[in-house]
């Protein structure tokens, strides 16, 4: 692996987004609090979350696609985690293993690191059962592995450009869609999406910021 070169201007980007969600989970903690979750608790931005809910409500067909979604990007993660980990083996450094692909185990692990602290600390709860909500981990498990394959895509081969073209929009229309559908499926309040395409983009232009 070649020394590695960092855009810093990309790196501060990120930061500012990721203060600005721990900003916002701060608000979604602590701000209008009212007991609107499944199981009575309360939840933040209670009143906008509410209207919301109620004006869309619940779609399983929105929710199952969502579900067969989060098994595809399990699928990709552990594709890729499998390829870097033949990489390290192969180079028998992490210094010398692919860099993109080392970049990306890192994003893994902190998409994980986040998954199980919210877990842990639970800031809101469903409107559908009682489970923790925030920040939608679907949403942020989509929107970072089918982002990093787009730019992994990108070692394919100059011959296969139009196949890497055609599965990158593939990636980006994944993305979307989870976005939306998981939205308006109504197994989360508005604030859990906004807060889980907040953190995501801080993780993603983190994650610019180290690949080539």
């Known amino acids: 692996m070649a020394e590695m070169k960092i855009n810093k201007k990309l790196l501060i980007l990120s930061i500012v987004l990721f203060v600005l969600f ?14 609107i979750g ?41 594709m890729n985690a499998t390829v870097a980990c033949l990489d390290l083996v192969r180079t028998k450094s992490l210094k010398k293993m692919d860099r993109d692909y080392l970049v990306t185990m890192i994003l893994y692990a902190v998409v994980v690191i986040l998954y199980i602290f919210f877990e842990k600390v639970v800031i809101n709860v469903r409107p559908t059962e009682a489970e923790a909500s925030y920040p939608s981990s679907h949403t942020m498990l989509a929107l970072t592995v089918f982002y990093s394959q787009t730019v992994l895509l990108k070692k394919m081969q100059k011959k296969e450009k139009g196949t890497r073209i055609a599965l990158s929009v593939i990636c980006y229309i994944a993305m979307a869609a989870m ?11 508005l604030t859990d999406i906004y807060a889980a395409v907040l953190v995501s983009c801080s993780l993603l232009i983190g994650y610019r910021a180290f690949v080539k």
Request: charged fraction near 10%.
């Open 22 to 35: 721990i900003v916002f989970t701060i608000l979604a903690a602590t701000y209008d609090r009212g007991p």
């Open 38 to 78: 499944a199981d009575g608790s309360a939840v933040g931005f209670s009143h906008l979350n509410n209207a919301f809910h109620q004006r869309f409500g619940y779609r399983s067909s929105f929710y199952k696609i969502t579900q067969y979604l989060g098994y595809i990007c399990l699928m990709i993660a552990a």
């Open 179 to 189: 976005v939306i559908l998981r939205l308006f499926s109504g197994v989360h309040w």
